[in-house]
């Protein structure tokens, strides 16, 4: 078992001190600033990460807002979805995957959007085209590109992943999204597309309980995902990647529910 954290890409000279101070040496490196994305920053971080002995497991790769986290407006805002913003991001993307190779990490991840439902919608095959692009771009450098679970039913995400068939797809399995959207059952779910799931986050929430907002984030094992279960199933499917700790809040409160999460992780591991 390989515990990290979600750790936050900011320009200055140290990148890693989020992760140390946890005791822990693994994490996602995640940035939304487009303008960190050249060779320059990746060799002071990649340089920086060996000091501290912290593994980059991925790059989870920010697109260009606008980006609005609910079923009203994110529909059409998120991720490759929005025809108006695709070509812009498909080159975002592949600037990141650039930006993941020069560290040495082995992937990129990202939030592609609320992918169609029905695969005979118009807007469909275009959307799968555009992953397909960065897929593609990605294995041309020995990366892999990962889904973050969250606007796609399983069944959804299983199909894109096979229509695409590039090798090199993978799943960012957060348990937490698949609840928070209602999209699935997150144990459920890996009997669907277990096979692909690289790395995990480890985030709890509950169910959305009106038509126009996500259900609440709250700290794992508070939430409706059952930890034990789900950890016990990855482990039944041969799961090996990182669990790395996501908790969307700041400060103190933040700090105090990462180091709990750390101890539940191994007890839950181990039981």
Not at 4 to 30: K, P
Not at 35 to 55: F, H, M, Q, T
Not at 118 to 134: C, K, M, S
Not at 211 to 237: C, D
């Amino acid at each position: 078992m390989q515990i990290g954290i979600v750790n936050r890409l900011n320009d200055g000279g140290d990148y890693f001190s989020h992760v140390r101070e946890f005791g822990l040496d693994v994490c996602q490196l995640s940035c939304w600033n487009r303008e960190l994305c050249i060779p320059g920053v990746a060799a002071k971080v990649k340089a920086n990460a060996e000091e501290a002995g912290v593994r980059v497991c991925a790059v989870w790769a920010g697109l260009p807002r606008p980006a609005e986290w609910n079923f009203t407006g994110g529909p059409t805002t998120l991720g490759l979805v929005p025809p108006q913003y695709r070509a812009e991001r498909i080159e975002v993307l592949k600037r990141w995957a650039d930006f993941a190779a020069w560290l040495g990490a082995p992937a990129i991840i990202t939030h592609c959007g609320f992918i169609p439902e029905n695969l005979t919608d118009p807007e469909f095959e275009p959307v799968v085209e555009a992953i397909g692009e960065v897929a593609r771009y990605c294995s041309e450098k020995n990366l892999g590109f990962w889904f973050e679970t969250g606007q796609e039913t399983p069944i959804v995400l299983l199909r894109t992943i096979e229509r695409i068939g590039t090798g090199n797809l993978g799943i960012n399995l957060d348990p937490a999204n698949l609840i928070m959207y209602g999209k699935a059952n997150p144990i459920d779910a890996l009997d669907v597309f277990g096979q692909y799931v690289t790395n995990v986050h480890v985030k709890d929430g509950f169910y959305p309980v009106n038509g126009n907002e996500l259900g609440e984030e709250v700290a794992a094992g508070l939430g409706k995902v059952n930890f034990p279960q789900f950890i016990k199933r990855l482990k039944e499917i041969g799961f090996d990647g990182e669990l790395i700790i996501e908790r969307e809040t700041t400060g103190e409160e933040q700090a105090k529910d990462i180091r709990d999460t750390i101890v539940k992780l191994k007890k839950w591991w181990n039981d």
